[in-house]
């Protein structure tokens, strides 16, 4: 049997189309023979620890930010997402880093959506060591081995190579999705795309329904 095909995700935590697409993709891995690979994306890297207000980095008034959460808000809905208004953002570096580290634990994965939730749905500063070990204990993961990999920084070439392989591929924008076809030639969207979007992706590289 052929190996299932790849689908690269470039995705932050922070990223409110990263959190809509990710439940997509969810549905997009129950129906194809895919493996979904998150690559760690740099949204905005140089936020600072206490984080930063919206209407500070977008320039506008609150008037404004009411706005983008009222849409967001109404597409969440109809993703069936919860979501809270957000008023910051925060620095996601280490929570990726911690993220990378899941991955190689049992049932690590799961930590992504637990980072989505903190910061969508608690509107927690996942920057926070604090809070990324509490969201640690809450996927069920070693609260000590992860606290050991943010003093240590265990995870930071793992995350310092997914951003270089942002840069390489030229994304500059998330979520943004790649996979290679049976030619090798790789293929990608770019932006929240709706599911019919990434099944085109997937019948373009050539990846099999599953049965049933």
Not at 100 to 116: P, R, V
Request: glycine share 10%; net charge negative; proline share 4%.
């Amino acid at each position: 049997m052929a190996e299932p095909i790849t689908l690269e995700v470039f995705s932050d935590y922070v990223c409110p189309w990263c959190y809509l697409g990710d439940n997509r993709v969810k549905k997009l891995r129950d129906e194809y023979d895919v493996t979904i690979k998150l690559v760690h994306f740099p949204l905005h890297p140089d936020t600072p620890a206490e984080g930063r207000t919206l209407a500070d980095m977008f320039g506008v008034g609150a008037g404004e930010i009411a706005q983008k959460n009222a849409r967001m808000q109404g597409l969440m809905k109809e993703e069936g997402l919860p979501f809270k208004d957000r008023s910051h953002t925060y620095n996601s570096r280490l929570a990726q880093e911690v993220g990378k580290w899941a991955e190689t634990q049992e049932g690590g994965a799961g930590i992504h959506d637990k980072f989505f939730e903190a910061y969508f749905v608690d509107q927690r500063n996942i920057g926070d060591v604090e809070v990324i070990l509490d969201i640690v204990k809450a996927a069920g993961l070693d609260v000590d081995e992860a606290a050991k990999v943010i003093e240590e920084r265990t995870f930071k070439d793992a995350v310092d190579q997914d951003w270089a392989k942002s840069h390489q591929y030229g994304v500059t924008g998330v979520p943004t999705f790649v996979a290679a076809g049976p030619d090798g030639q790789l293929h990608g969207l770019v932006g929240a795309q709706p599911y019919e979007g990434l099944e085109q992706l997937m019948q373009t590289i050539g990846a099999a329904k599953k049965a049933g």
